[in-house]
């Protein structure tokens, strides 16, 4: 998939910040993150509860306003003001998944109802055509036609999930955020849903960005992968390179935490420890917010903010410390 | 035992062709599910029931006894109940069975207006507070709050002096007026909730206009809630209106209500204990069966109690 | 190794309004001093039903334990122990941390509170004693700083350290079995792995049997001893943990194992995914009821109940494939991708 990658930019992420106000402070959920996203890749967006990335994907999707900075969709800021019709085409152009398959979709409507949702908005079809719309989605994800005129309570989860990609893809978008659609579900139906959505893209040439704290399936779907800490990206790299050689310590600790299903491999395996919490957004510790939990943190750590450079082609990290953790031993 | 299974059995044939999935469970829509929960529910089953006697006797009550509420029988006086006057009579002579039910229609028809209103009112308000929040939400909830910390009698008295009326309308007006605010209270608190939903995230993400949302999402997420608000809301009209006449700012004769008849007969009550026990009981009946229905239809439209 | 815990051919129904729903149909197990056994399944396969039932937490009126079902600790029925009895083996034999720490403390209480509160009814202490052991409990559990955490109210605290106040209530009264049901689920993968070395600490330390339930693969792997693969209410396959992971038996275990990534695979290769969803537990089964997604499905497979055969001492399948006519297959991930996964 890499390398069938259409090297031209669909969404590119300038220096994003969304804050909110809570109460006399101000919580930072994303904090200057800047990425971009190329027609047909899939970027997976890992990181803890609470890093900001379910933030920064609802931010790139124009449902919460930016505070500060551009997101530029097809090189169109949508941070700014648009027209109506503007907007419209962009909303349909761009999607998204949720996590929660039970709150996600409307209790009081049947699912014919919720997927033809869209429909009404962006095209004007005959309630013919809409039904069979409906019908060709539910067949797409997997579902028989019976299930239009059911509710979404008599579902089970994975198939709650597969009713909200319908959704998204009933308005034809091109670029989808998947929000963690499969933290909720079980694990033989996370690979259910996994395998439809790379399957959709393989057909539909689509471009996900695709947030998750499951790393190990955010490496599975995405070409590249960006890890986030209290809202700041501190590496972006090719999903091989990521977990090859992680070169920010936090990755690394994030890699090692996963537990593997091997008895043999957990029973020798060292882990990188990282001791206590992740700290408040509120109040995010000066200079690199991660040096509190860091093993290598040295002084300069406390007093700048390390910016994302490129430490090898495509492989960004923010770290002070990379080049003496890694550079001397690989270059 | 192993043995006698045949060899043939045991041959590969693979998965059932379940690529769509079936449905093995019956479909339960919405209403059909709540109507059965609320069925499960005795107590309020019962009240509905007398709630629904009472109704009927509502309407065609003052027509069963074959007198008019008004029509004086200065010959019979304060009749205690017999064949003829079931109820008995008043210190005028009229029929008790008649006044009672004629009474009843003013008590429902305020409970259930005086609701209704209320929370057509209270429902839009909260509605706009708790959709557009923020600022809009700010000042419109310290209304409400400013508007709540008013005596509701105050209003009732200022009313009557100002408009120089006491009629039906008058009483409605002095009850609803600053009656809406707990149940604007509530639908804002439901509105909020609802609007943190993901499913009006996903139609902010398809594009739907805000009017569009607050329609198709929000108005029947929200309705259950206020069906049950209405419910518990008229007993308290009911009451209020009693109250009210009790004090003489209500009803005046020769129109009655519960509330009325009770103020009435409670001056002879040590006499007459049926004229006033009557009455009483029809408003402490009305009051309870309410309240009990509430309860049941709470239970059984909250969703959280779908399984 | 001696049992301290036998379950015998438990049933527990829940009476709904649309029927029974059998949600453990006739699961047999055995629970050794110090191991720590672990269910392994799908939400609704029936292993936190299982769980719960071995305290008798299930709710009164809805749940029913079916007549013939039998729970033994060190040899006593619990199913048939009185009230004052079953408050003492609760927590102070057997004790359970839940999924989420959040709603499992008592938010009015601090957290030392808590503990005190158990060592007070169960191991009959003094304040001052209790103090002193919840403090050391506390320290146990690796909460720094235990003498402060002791008067912290649970909301003040993260969601780990909630998790790990919740591990310190339960080992208070040093219980002989932990049930852990979905200990890390909640948490963030950094404060996921703090917990499972923290488990295994105690497991090496106190000598604590441990029921671990989970559908996590990978928590498994590292932290038990012997594994249970649970399929719609019943037991499909049970064995050590090296038998379960390298030569598991039953077609279920093979698609449990082959559906998690792993950290080695190639990207955006398909998973392998079981088609469909589990069996509707409100109809009665009467043959395997995997049979519907199985690729291995043979005829006999929708007739009968599959027999539990021993592959080992320790290993024990509930599967047709076992049977001496039944064709030798091997399962899909070790003969590259089944013909279902390459179209």
Redesign the interface.
């Known amino acids: ?1 890499h390398n069938k990658r259409n090297e031209e930019p669909l969404v590119e992420v300038r220096n994003l910040c969304k804050y909110f106000r809570q109460g006399r402070s101000v919580l930072k959920a994303v904090d200057d993150v800047s990425f971009t996203i190329y027609r047909g890749e899939t970027l997976g967006l890992v990181g ?2 609470g890093c900001g990335k379910t933030t920064c994907g ?1 931010t790139i ?1 124009k ?1 919460y306003s930016a505070t500060s900075g551009q997101v530029l969709y097809k090189g169109q800021d949508i941070t700014n003001s648009m027209s109506a019709r503007e ?2 085409a962009f ?2 152009s ?3 998944i ?3 398959p039970y ?7 049947t699912i014919g109802e ?1 997927i033809a ?2 429909m ?3 095209f004007r079809y005959t309630p013919a055509e809409k039904q069979q719309k409906v019908r060709e989605l539910l ?1 797409k994800v ?3 036609e ?2 239009a005129n ?2 979404a ?2 579902l ?4 709650r999930q597969r009713i ?1 990609i319908a ?1 998204a893809l009933a ?1 034809e978008p091109e670029f989808i955020v998947c929000d963690e659609p499969i933290s909720a579900l ?7 849903i ?2 439809l959505l ?1 399957q959709l893209q393989a057909e539909r040439g689509l471009t996900y960005l695709f947030i998750s ?1 499951d ?3 955010v ?5 590249r992968v960006g890890v986030m800490y209290l809202g700041s990206l501190v590496e972006v790299a090719p ?2 390179a990521i ?1 090859a050689h992680p070169l920010h310590p936090y990755t690394q ?14 029973a020798t395996r060292v ?1 990188v ?2 001791e206590g ?2 700290p408040s957004p509120i109040n995010p510790p000066s200079g690199c917010k991660f040096r509190t939990r860091c093993p290598h943190a040295i002084k300069v750590c406390a007093e700048q903010q390390p910016p994302l450079v490129e430490a090898e082609p495509e492989h960004f990290v923010a770290c002070h410390c990379w080049q003496h953790l890694y550079g001397d031993g690989r270059k | 035992m192993q043995e006698e299974i045949s060899k043939e059995l045991f041959q590969i044939i693979g998965p059932e062709d379940n690529e769509a999935e079936k449905i093995a469970r019956p479909r339960v829509s919405y209403l059909r599910d709540a109507w059965r929960r609320f069925r499960q529910n005795k107590v309020a089953t019962l009240a509905l029931i007398i709630l629904g006697i009472l109704a009927f006797m509502v309407i065609f009550g003052p027509a069963i006894s074959g007198y008019s509420f008004e029509e004086m029988d200065t010959t019979n006086r304060n009749a205690p109940p017999s064949r003829e006057h079931w109820f008995g009579t008043d210190k005028l002579g009229r029929d008790l069975f008649a006044r009672v039910w004629q009474g009843g229609r003013v008590s429902m028809i305020i409970g259930l207006v005086g609701a209704f209103v209320s929370s057509f009112v209270g429902c839009i308000y909260g509605g706009i507070s708790g959709y557009f929040g923020g600022r809009v939400d700010d000042i419109m909830m310290r209304i409400v709050e400013v508007l709540i910390s008013v005596p509701y009698l105050i209003v009732v008295i200022l009313l009557s002096v100002v408009l120089k009326s006491k009629s039906l309308g008058t009483l409605l007006l002095a009850m609803t007026i600053t009656g809406w605010c707990g149940i604007a209270r509530i639908v804002r608190g439901q509105v909020l909730q609802v609007k943190s939903q993901e499913y009006v995230l996903a139609a902010q993400a398809l594009g739907v206009k805000p009017w569009k949302i607050i329609l198709r999402h929000v108005i029947p997420n929200v309705l259950s809630v206020v069906i049950v608000a209405i419910t518990f809301d008229i007993p308290g009209y009911i009451f209020g209106e009693a109250f009210l006449s009790f004090l003489g700012l209500g009803i005046q004769p020769p129109n009655t209500s519960w509330g009325a008849l009770a103020a009435t007969a409670q001056s002879m009550y040590a006499f007459y204990p049926y004229q006033l026990f009557i009455p009483a009981l029809m408003i402490a009946l009305t009051m309870l069966c309410f309240t009990l229905l509430g309860d049941g239809l709470r239970d059984a439209l909250d969703p959280r109690q779908r399984k | 190794m001696d049992k301290i815990l036998e379950v015998k051919n438990l049933r527990v129904s829940f009476n709904t309004y649309v029927g029974e729903i059998r949600a453990v149909r006739g699961v047999s197990f055995e629970l050794r001093r110090g191991e720590t056994l672990a269910f392994v399944g799908e939400s609704g396969c029936g292993k936190t039903v299982t769980a719960k039932s071995i305290l008798r937490l299930l709710p009164p009126v809805s749940a029913e334990i079916k007549a013939g079902s039998e729970i033994l600790y060190k040899g006593e029925n619990v199913l048939q122990m009185g009230q004052k009895r079953l408050q003492r083996y609760r927590g102070n034999e057997v004790s359970m941390i839940f999924q989420d720490p959040m709603t499992s403390l008592n938010p009015t209480m601090t957290c030392g509170q808590q503990i005190v509160e158990a060592l007070m009814l169960h191991k009959k202490l003094s304040k001052q004693e209790a103090k002193a052991e919840a403090i050391k409990t506390l320290e146990l559990v690796k909460i720094p700083d235990p003498e402060k955490r002791f008067s912290a109210y649970p909301h003040e605290l993260s969601g780990g350290m909630r998790q790990r106040v919740m591990i310190a209530i339960a080992l208070s009264c040093q219980p002989s079995i932990l049930i852990a049901d979905e200990p890390t689920t909640a948490l963030d993968v950094t404060i996921q792995a703090q917990i499972i070395d923290l488990l295994k600490e105690l497991k090496e330390k106190l000598g604590t049997a441990i029921i671990l339930v989970t559908h996590d693969l990978g928590v498994v792997a590292t932290l038990a001893d012997r594994i249970q693969v649970m399929y719609a209410g019943q037991i499909v396959e049970t064995g050590t943990a090296r038998e379960i992971f390298y030569e598991p038996q039953h077609p279920y275990t093979w698609a449990l194992l082959s559906s998690v990534p792993g950290l080695a695979e190639r990207s955006k290769q398909e998973l392998y995914s079981l088609k469909g969803t589990p069996p509707d537990l409100i109809m009665p089964l009467e043959c395997c009821p995997f049979a519907a997604r199985c690729e291995y499905c043979m005829k006999v497979c929708r007739q009968q109940m599959p027999q539990v055969t021993n592959v080992t001492a320790t290993h024990n399948v509930a599967c047709w494939l076992q049977h001496p006519h039944a064709p030798k297959v091997k399962p899909f991930y070790e003969r590259g991708l089944s013909h279902a996964q390459q179209a």
Do not use: C
């Open positions: 998939m803890e509860s609802r999707l449902l907007l419209l909303k349909r761009a999607q998204i949720f996590q929660d709150s996600s979709l409307d209790p009081r409507m919720i949702e869209g009404d908005v962006h067949a997997g579902l028989t019976d299930y059911r509710f309570h008599e089970s989860g994975g198939q909200g959704r308005v079980d694990v033989s139906i996370q690979a259910q996994v395998n790379i704290h790393l190990s399936m490496k599975h779907i995405s070409d999903s091989k977990f600790a994030l890699l090692s935490a996963i537990p593997v299903a091997d008895p043999d491999f957990e882990r420890k990282l919490e992740v």
